[in-house]
């Protein structure tokens, strides 16, 4: 079936890096993306979010880009902090009634000081 | 502040043995899923409740029920664990399927 992916599994970066977290999805009729942060035994934690209508959306230290030419979703960190270390899983819901929210494989971000 | 709370944390049960896991939410969503996500590896929908419309995942085990007596609570009934059960079960919930995803902390499984 359809799915979202993440192409890499492990990143680690240096800290006040910036990370860029890569997420491929192959449902063209998807409408709403998310990405979530999961650490060590709790559980997904909401970081960002962004609709099929925008390109970009900014957070705080955090921005999602969206290309549906490609399909393609990444998760940009400013400053890498410690703090950030987690497991990151893009989800989608496709745009569907009745269709519930779905979660690609996660890549583990590691950062070091 | 409004939350998904679930009970237990940890939750260790012996092979065979029924096992009821519980979630309830203070965010009056009207759609409360149950998530299995075993160790390295994303989150799996169970199945997931629409206001009281259950709506299972075709891939979803015989094995796995669950309840929702009111808009407040959901429970995960298991009702034989196999070693292969053993897992983090996460509940979730949302406003229609429209947004405000919110997680619970998670029941840690053990089957022994």
């Known amino acids: 079936g359809e799915s979202v992916g993440l192409h890499l599994p492990t990143l680690s970066v240096q800290e006040g890096d910036n990370s860029i977290i890569n997420c491929a999805y192959s449902?063209?009729?998807?409408?709403?993306f998310i990405w979530y942060k999961q650490e060590s035994g709790k559980g997904p934690q909401f970081i960002i979010d962004?609709?099929?209508?925008?390109d970009k959306r900014q957070g705080q230290r955090v921005t999602v880009l969206l290309n549906k030419t490609v399909k393609h979703l990444s998760l940009q960190i400013a400053a890498t902090q410690p703090g950030d270390s987690a497991v990151y899983f893009c989800a989608e819901i496709p745009n569907q009634a009745g269709t519930a929210l779905i979660f690609g494989k996660g890549t583990t971000l590691s950062v070091s000081s | 502040d409004a939350m998904v709370i679930q009970n237990p944390r940890y939750q260790v049960t012996q092979f065979g043995k029924p096992v009821t896991l519980s979630c309830s939410q203070t965010l009056n969503h009207n759609v409360m899923y149950w998530y299995q996500q075993k160790s390295s590896q994303a989150p799996k929908l169970l199945f997931h409740?629409?206001?009281?419309?259950?709506?299972n995942e075709a891939d979803t085990p015989d094995n796995f029920q669950s309840r929702r007596p009111n808009t407040s609570f959901c429970f995960l009934d298991i009702r034989s664990p196999g070693l292969g059960d053993a897992a983090m079960y996460l509940c979730a919930t949302s406003r229609d399927y429209a947004g405000g995803y919110t997680f619970g902390s998670g029941t840690r499984l053990t089957v022994v």
């Open positions: 449902n063209s009729a998807s409408d709403y």
């Open positions: 962004i609709r099929s209508n925008m």
């Open positions: 409740y629409y206001d009281k419309d259950f709506n």
